[in-house]
């Protein structure tokens, strides 16, 4: 198992810069630190900003991609920062409950 992570890490690091990540992993690089591992807001971070379980969300793909995009209240607008493509992954990952 120890090999197994090991490997995964290795190659994750050797991954050329124009690897796509795919949405659980950029969720983890970019919207885990306010919204928690599991996006479930538990996090200290989480309950200090106060955000709401993205796992239990009922916003649609379309409104989700928007929050994404232009941010709202102290979460920060993603436009230009993530690939419309990027973008549009990730909120097809929230709308299905992070999995
Ligand atoms: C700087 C901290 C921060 C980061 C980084 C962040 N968010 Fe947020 N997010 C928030 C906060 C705070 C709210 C609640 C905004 C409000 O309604 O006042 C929120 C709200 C949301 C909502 C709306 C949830 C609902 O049910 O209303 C979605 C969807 C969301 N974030 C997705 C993401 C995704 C995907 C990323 C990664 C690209 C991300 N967030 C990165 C802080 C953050």
Sequence with gaps: ???LVAAVIVSLLAAPSA???GASDT???KCAACH???GKGQSDM???LGVKDLTVTKLPVAEIEKVIQN???KMTPWKGKLSDAE???LAKFVAGGLK
Excluded: P
């Design 27 to 29: 969720f983890q690089a």
């Design 1 to 3: 198992m120890k090999k």
């Design 36 to 38: 928690g591992k599991d």
């Design 19 to 21: 690897w796509a990540a």
């Design 87 to 89: 973008i549009g992954a």
């Design 71 to 73: 941010g709202r209240g």
């Design 46 to 48: 989480a309950k200090k």
